[in-house]
């Protein structure tokens, strides 16, 4: 086991989007020193990095530059070759490792592996040509969802099959990468999700399970905490530390999950900081932010309690119409928002800009000033 790394060390961050640049201002404000790696010049948490590399995940010598010197490796991004780790994780420890991420970043290694613990996942089969796909949509049956093997987000990479007389060859070409994975359609009543925190010792620390809701397939508010019962509350908790601990996980994960009729299905696992923990920053004891910190660090860490309830509000580029920046005094006038916005320069459709947290007495309250700041801003 590696010594901790204590404030005053220097962090590497692999990947500058919008998680990095909100661990990187964590870790700063604990007084560590932080350096990113991403192969674009203009990556969000570059602004906020004491150095930035720019250069491609392959790029061997620019990796050993960029770890040399730093005490603890990180990452903010999935889509990032296991290789990169691995050459990086010889020169300084690297959380989490290639062997989390190999599994995390694969529909079908995360599946089997989810399967093989005994963790409750819909149904799956693993195809690999629109033969293999006829036969799976018969053994699983309709409604049913094929996805992409590799790089799926956000509901992207993914087609739902609701009738068993579709033409599969066609969803085949459209999806079909290779290896894809047939999943039994889960009609669920709510998605939840979970952060959880596993240091090199296996101390763990795990969050309230926040309530999630999409639109377009993209996560639009969170609600902390989730409105479901105190059995499925500890039950989401038990089995994400039980995923934690299984997958030997040191850092920071989110476990997706759905709910249908209170029994829980995990549906995915993201081996970094979460869209839907951006709330812990202001209504949580410790940001998870924070805790990915500590955890990669191999300091205590801290505590999840709630502080008060909140929902977060994401901010995409649609809010940003014909190229004019959305009115932050209406906001920033509501005395409970926080606004973070991820300086990413260019808005477009979907992307995510930034977002708020809005916190008050009771979960509803926040939820009702979050829909209507919303609704102002989408006008
Ligand atoms: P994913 O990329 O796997 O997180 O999927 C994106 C979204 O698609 C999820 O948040 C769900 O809303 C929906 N989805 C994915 N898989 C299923 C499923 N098996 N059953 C029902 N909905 C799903």
């Known amino acids: 086991m590696s010594a901790p790394l204590l404030p005053g060390g220097t962090i590497g961050i692999l990947g500058g989007g919008q998680l990095g640049r909100?661990?990187?201002?964590?870790?700063?404000?604990?007084?560590?020193?932080?350096?990113?790696?991403?192969?674009?010049?203009?990556?969000?948490?570059?602004?906020?990095?004491?150095?930035?590399?720019?250069a491609a995940w392959d790029d061997a010598k620019a990796l050993k530059k960029f770890a040399d010197g730093c005490g603890r490796l990180t990452l903010e991004f999935e889509n990032i070759p296991p290789a990169t780790v691995t050459q990086v994780n010889a020169i300084?420890?690297?959380?989490?490792?290639?062997?989390?991420?190999?599994i995390c970043q694969n529909r079908r290694r995360e599946k089997e592996f989810l399967k093989a613990q005994g963790i409750p996942c819909a149904n799956f089969v693993v195809v690999s040509s629109h033969e293999e796909l006829s036969a799976a949509v018969k053994k699983i049956g309709?409604?049913?969802?094929?996805?992409?093997?590799?790089?799926?987000?956000?509901?992207?990479?993914?087609?739902?099959?609701t009738d068993a007389d579709t033409n599969l060859e066609n969803v085949w070409e459209k999806i079909g990468d290779g290896v894809g994975v047939l999943e039994a359609w889960v009609p669920f009543q709510l998605e939840i999700s979970v952060i959880v925190a596993r240091t090199e010792d296996g101390k763990t620390a795990v969050y309230d399970p926040a309530e999630n809701i999409h639109r377009n397939h993209i996560l639009h508010l969170s609600l902390s905490p989730a409105r479901i019962s105190e059995a499925t509350r500890r039950e989401a908790q038990e089995l994400a530390l039980k995923i934690a601990e299984k997958i030997k996980l040191v850092g920071l994960m989110a476990v997706e999950m759905f709910v249908?009729?209170?029994?829980?299905?995990?549906?995915e696992l993201a081996p970094r900081p979460h869209n839907s923990g951006h709330q812990t920053f202001d209504a949580n004891q410790t940001s998870q932010f924070e805790q990915h910190?500590?955890?990669?660090?191999g300091l205590p860490l801290g505590g999840t309690q709630i502080l008060k309830p909140s929902v977060m509000l994401n901010l995409l580029g649609d809010l940003w119409r014909n190229g004019q920046t959305p009115d932050w005094a209406m906001i920033l006038k509501e005395p409970a928002a926080k606004l973070h916005l991820y300086d990413k320069g260019q808005a477009s459709a979907g992307r995510k800009m930034g977002h708020i947290t809005i916190t008050a007495d009771t979960l509803e309250d926040a939820l009702k000033k979050a829909e209507a700041l919303f609704v102002a801003l989408s006008k």
């Not at 300084?92 to 190999?102: D, G, Q, W």
């Not at 992409?148 to 509901?155: K, N, S």
């Not at 249908?260 to 549906?267: A, E, L, P, S, T």
């Not at 910190?293 to 660090?297: G, L, S």
């Open 22 to 54: 909100m661990s990187a201002i964590a870790a700063r404000r604990m007084g560590y020193k932080v350096k990113t790696f991403d192969p674009s010049s203009s990556a969000c948490a570059a602004m906020v990095a004491d150095s930035h590399t720019t």
């Open 92 to 102: 300084a420890p690297c959380h989490p490792s290639a062997e989390v991420l190999a």
């Open 142 to 161: 309709v409604p049913c969802v094929l996805k992409t093997a590799d790089f799926g987000y956000d509901g992207k990479g993914q087609a739902k099959i």
């Open 260 to 267: 249908q009729d209170g029994r829980i299905i995990v549906n």
């Open 293 to 297: 910190v500590r955890a990669v660090c």
